[in-house]
């Protein structure tokens, strides 16, 4: 019988105890010895899941933020010798930056060695109080934790790789650690013959370890995988659902020389049900060669918590399965009947919810539906034409806070306790003041505020056909920010106009332009879980055509400004370079399907955030919008550096706030941005606006920090 093992399952908890505790904690409502008694009954419950199906797991997985801090924290990257200290890390006016977990929407801390040559030393977290207590240790591998740090010293990744591998085994044996669960993703990155043998020599120090050292890689496939099983491991963890066929490739040839083989059957990204019966004789067949453990492929964190509670359409229930269901089903390839592995697949890989006509729209998709007409050069001229903007013209990303009176009213209508009527005169108040305040502010472009969206994806998950949305999934996409990815099970159209009611009524309260605003096909497929019965570029087309149609209907309603988000493009590449070219193909070209169409006085606009610009600038230039915002403060502007090397002919706003913190920056920090970005970017194709939407803040920080951005736009102005 094959033994099991999981890892990574949530540590939200099923009613979201992670963050209420820890931004109980942040209002003073929850003390420290509340939170972290909290904290450490909601990872009993997560053991006592793991423990109800799987014959072994880590116990060390639990952070208050991130582990990528936590481990930071370890090797004394940092230092924190207070929880607000530690916090302050994360939220504060000193946050490190944030960014992707390689392409997936959990967002990281990134650790910056920016004048840094630490003396590496072994340092428990300062809210772990489990010192003395034998468990096996979680930690991030060395090889995740420095590439996907910044600012490393010039040629010094070898001797770093080395000490921070040293550092970490000398914190476990000080620990008293039974053994040792090492997440080291990066594995499947392209990595360099150079630093293979730095790796080499690095995991050499986990030799001194007196336990097992379990290292995990996921996500994609390992382009040396015999190279992973020579390090001196006891067990090897693989994915081989998201790895294309080539890690089980390599399987058929690699020497398993004593080494236990994780094998990462379950998929841990997406909802799916398992084809137990199939995995079950793959597992078989790694068997004849290995000692075989069955796991999940990537952690379960992707996924919500447990179906229970779901509010899912008659038909899909039996289709999926979250972190819980994904317990059972390691339980079941390992103790389960062939019957019951049968009765539990029987849904897997049928498709429903087709819709013939939408179909053979994307079918009849011809060149030019990708193509707008005139040129940027020609279009822009026509837009300033009618939207006569000032120079350094001021605007937001889109949502304004969602207070607890907006949320309240939101519950009691989806409960059925307000009425259509009483809830659309409400949000039309919400909308009202939004506008009274942009124009008390003086902004110049303006937005309705979004008070009527739960969250940027789901909003329209609940407008569309073929997407499913989950009543009480929640996912943690970073800290305790949680949204809860809609499911696109079938064919998706819009069932009517989706957005119009409210941006048209916003318009109407004033002179000034308001924005349009749309979530980006490849983002609503990121922050979604896709359907895997047609190819996912099929999905974004399909996407992509509604909001094309929602796009014309603001034309028709005097809407001259529209943004379509993309934060997620970067986010969903492929984690390998060498599979771009193809991915970007149709992400580009699912964007310019939603616009090819518009009139040229139509200012497009599309929204980024953290990420890694400088790598997809080629592709970004190929969307062909008017202005792009996009994240600046965590990087300091230097994200400014990727346009540099570019000739980028369009608008742009870097972010000079960072709504992430409730710190309200001054003009002088904004203006600091804005004058390295004004040495690469004509001040005519600059635009000031924060990194991000506004949802999570209160008007208390909000209204002073735009205050401060409108009153830098000013400033600029007279100086030029």
């Known amino acids: ?112 060695f920016e004048g840094k040559r630490p003396q590496f030393k072994a340092t428990v977290p300062v809210w772990d109080r489990h010192k003395g207590v034998k468990r ?83 996500y994609d496939s390992v ?23 080539e890690n089980l490739k390599q399987l058929k040839t690699v020497e398993p020389g004593g080494k236990k083989l994780f094998a990462g059957v379950i998929d841990g990204r997406n909802v799916w ?82 819709l013939k006509e939408v179909r053979e729209r994307v079918q009849n998709l011809k060149e030019e539906d990708f193509e707008r007409k005139p040129a940027y050069s020609e279009r822009v001229k026509k837009q300033q034409e009618v939207l006569k903007l000032p120079l350094f013209p001021t605007t937001t990303i889109g949502s304004f806070p969602q207070t607890e009176e907006v949320r309240r009213v939101r519950l009691l209508y989806r409960k059925g306790k307000l009425s259509q009527e009483d809830y659309d005169t409400f949000i039309r108040g919400e909308i009202a003041k939004a506008i009274q305040i942009q124009e008390e502010l003086g902004l110049d472009v303006f937005v309705h505020g979004e008070f009527e969206r739960t969250d940027m994806v789901e909003f329209f998950a609940e407008k569309m056909k073929g997407i499913a949305t989950t009543g009480n999934g929640w996912v ?33 309260l004033t002179d000034k332009p308001v924005k349009g605003m749309l979530t980006g096909p490849v983002t609503i497929i990121a922050w979604s879980f896709v359907r895997e019965d047609i190819p996912t570029e099929e999905v974004a087309y ?76 080629e592709y970004i230039l190929q969307m062909d919008f008017d202005v792009i915002s996009i994240e600046a403060t965590r990087s300091k502007g230097d994200i400014i550096e990727a346009f540099e090397k570019v000739n980028f002919d369009r608008q742009i706003g870097l972010g000079v706030w960072d709504i992430h913190s409730p710190y309200v920056p001054t003009v002088e920090e904004m203006k600091e941005i804005v004058e390295r970005a004004l ?8 635009w000031i606006n924060p990194d991000c939407g506004l949802k999570t803040r209160r008007w208390e920080e909000v209204i002073p920090a735009l205050r401060n951005l409108v009153a830098l736009a000013k400033e600029l102005r007279e100086e030029q």
């Open 1 to 112: 019988m094959v033994k099991t093992y999981a890892y990574g399952f949530p540590r939200l908890g099923k009613q979201r105890e992670f963050k209420r505790l820890i931004e109980g904690f942040w209002a003073g409502k929850v003390t420290e010895e509340e939170l972290l008694t909290g904290i450490e009954k909601l990872n009993k419950k997560r053991e006592e899941s793991y423990a109800a199906h799987v014959d072994n797991f880590p116990r060390g997985e639990m952070t208050l933020y991130d582990p990528m801090l936590d481990t930071a924290l370890i090797l004394g990257l940092y230092r924190a010798e207070s929880l607000e200290e530690y916090f302050q890390l994360c939220r504060g006016k000193n946050a490190l930056e944030m960014t992707k977990w390689f392409n997936t929407n959990y967002h990281y801390l990134v650790p910056d």
């Open 136 to 218: 096996n240790a979680h930690l991030i591998g060395p090889l995740t934790f420095l590439k996907l740090s910044k600012n490393l010293p010039e040629g010094a990744f070898g001797e770093l790789l080395k000490e921070v591998a040293k550092t970490l085994v000398d914190y476990a044996v000080e620990r008293g650690f039974e053994s040792i669960h090492l997440d080291d993703p990066a594995f499947v990155l392209e990595l360099s013959k150079e630093e293979w043998k730095a790796v080499e020599e690095a995991y050499g120090e986990f030799e001194r370890f007196p336990g097992e050292v379990n290292l995990f890689t996921y």
């Open 223 to 245: 382009d040396n995988l015999a190279g992973l099983f020579e390090l001196p491991v006891s067990g090897v963890g693989v994915d081989l659902v998201h790895d294309r066929g």
């Open 273 to 354: 049900r398992t084809d137990l019966t199939a995995k079950r004789a793959l597992l078989a067949e790694l068997a004849e060669r290995f000692e075989v453990v069955a796991t999940n492929a990537a952690p379960l964190f992707h996924l919500p918590v447990s179906l229970a509670g779901a509010t899912l359409p008659e038909g899909l229930l039996e289709k999926v399965a979250f972190a819980e269901e994904k317990l059972k089903e390691l339980n079941l390839i390992a103790k389960g009947s062939d019957q019951e592995l049968s009765s539990w697949s029987k849904g897997v890989g049928s498709s429903f919810g087709e």
């Open 476 to 508: 943690i996409s970073y800290g305790t920010r949680c949204y809860r990815p809609p499911i696109i099970y079938g064919d998706v159209d819009r069932e009517g106009p989706m957005t119009i009611k409210e941006i048209a009524f916003a318009q109407s």
């Open 542 to 617: 399909q996407i992509a055509l509604a909001l094309k149609d929602e796009i014309a209907d603001y034309e028709k309603a005097g809407i001259k400004i529209v943004q379509i988000d993309e934060p997620a493009i970067r986010e969903k590449a492929p984690i390998k370079r060498r599979n771009w070219d193809d991915y970007f193909r149709w992400a580009v070209r699912s964007f310019r399907l939603c616009h090819s169409s518009v009139k040229p006085e139509t200012q497009i606009h599309t929204h980024m955030c953290y990420s890694e610009f400088g790598e997809i600038m």
């Open 679 to 686: 040495k690469v970017i004509p001040k005519e194709n600059f």
